[in-house]
């Protein structure tokens, strides 16, 4: 009899996910994970600085690999043009996350402030759409920062 079986790719995944979970927690707020993926990992769920909700959350989509990054200074990211239109759309940040398990460590770009600068036309491109983030874009405690003051600038 055949059993499920936990596969790399979902450890390598979870691993990610924790990664970028932990990030969030250092700095003092939350984040609660999709059981359903549809574009979205977690939520991030922020708090000031009395310990009061804030309004708003930020979808975070992640992406984990244990591969070697090509380039020095971009990663190259493939994602499907479906989950951008749905992304795109919502008015506060969404945070697309690269982990890279060997160096044990995250990349990610804010999709709205990424395609406001590049002027990318998603319906002129097929069902799959490359996003370069940049290497000095590290996911760390200081850009969680960043992220909850971009996202309370909207609300």
């Not at 079986?5 to 003092?28: F, P, Y």
């Not at 990211?77 to 160096?103: A, H, K, M």
């Not at 990610?108 to 402030?113: S, T």
């Not at 874009?137 to 971009?150: T, Y």
Request: aromatic share 10%.
């Amino acid at each position: 009899m055949l059993r499920k079986k936990r596969t790399r790719q979902h450890v390598v995944a979870d691993l990610g996910v924790n990664h970028v979970e932990r990030q969030v927690l250092l700095c003092g707020h939350t984040v609660e994970r999709v059981v359903h993926d549809y574009g979205y990992d977690l939520f991030l769920f922020t708090f000031d600085e009395s310990g009061f909700t804030e309004p708003g959350a930020i979808g975070v989509q992640v992406k984990a690999t244990e591969k070697a990054y090509r380039d020095d200074k971009l990663i190259a990211l493939r994602v499907q043009r479906s989950d951008l239109v749905n992304w795109l759309s919502e008015r506060r940040p969404v945070i697309l996350v690269t982990y890279n398990l060997p160096e044990d460590k995250a990349y990610y770009v804010d999709l709205q402030d990424h395609f406001e600068k590049h002027k990318v036309n998603i319906f002129a491109v097929g069902q799959t759409m490359t996003v370069h983030i940049p290497k000095d874009r590290l996911f760390d405690e200081s850009a969680v920062k960043l992220i909850v003051q971009r996202k309370n600038n909207f609300v």
